[in-house]
């Protein structure tokens, strides 16, 4: 398994593509969650139940439209087709989008998009999996995903100016 620096420069790239994908098509992007935070306050929600600690990586605005995003790196097996999200982070997620009235969705590298809910209703299906932390996931067929465009918009096509 890959050292801790390794997974968070994987999901630090991550972020950035979706906050460069999500301008492309018009929003406004601001880093949220727990990347603003120092790492000794990082370290220390890391050891509570808190819901807190499943806030999402980013906000992001587009006229009035205002939703929250997780961004999910290595988080798809290729081998079945699934992708995975922690249990905990869905019924914080679900308890945020009741409190905020703001949507939230996963973003996965291959640009799939879920929502909570749709963690929820798919994953009800099972299977179920520890792996990593050791904490349970939901697995996901990919099937049921969104796609980003459909959700987030089409690259703007507009041509630069010379």
């Known amino acids: 398994m890959a050292s801790f620096q390794q997974r968070k420069a994987v999901?630090?790239?991550h972020e950035r593509y979706v906050a460069e994908q999500l301008t492309?098509?018009?929003w406004?992007?601001?880093p949220w969650?727990?990347?603003l935070l120092t790492h000794q306050i990082q370290d220390?929600?890391?050891a509570t139940d808190s819901f807190i600690r499943w806030i999402p990586d980013?906000?992001?605005a587009k006229d009035t439209d205002l939703v929250l995003i997780d961004c999910k790196s290595r988080m798809t097996s290729r081998s079945t087709g699934r992708h995975a999200v922690e249990r905990a982070a869905v019924h914080a997620h679900?308890?945020?989008v009741a409190w905020t009235l703001l949507p939230v969705y996963y973003v996965f590298e291959d640009l799939d998009v879920l929502a909570p809910h749709d963690v929820l209703i798919a994953g009800q299906q099972g299977p179920h999996s520890i792996t990593g932390s050791g904490a349970p996931y939901f697995l996901i067929p990919a099937k049921a995903a969104r796609r980003f465009d459909v959700l987030f918009g089409a690259r703007d096509t507009a041509p630069c100016a010379a």
């Open 11 to 13: 999901g630090d790239a």
């Open 24 to 26: 492309v098509r018009g």
């Open 28 to 30: 406004q992007v601001s």
């Open 33 to 35: 969650g727990q990347g």
């Open 44 to 46: 220390a929600l890391g």
């Open 58 to 60: 980013l906000i992001a």
């Open 94 to 96: 679900v308890q945020l």
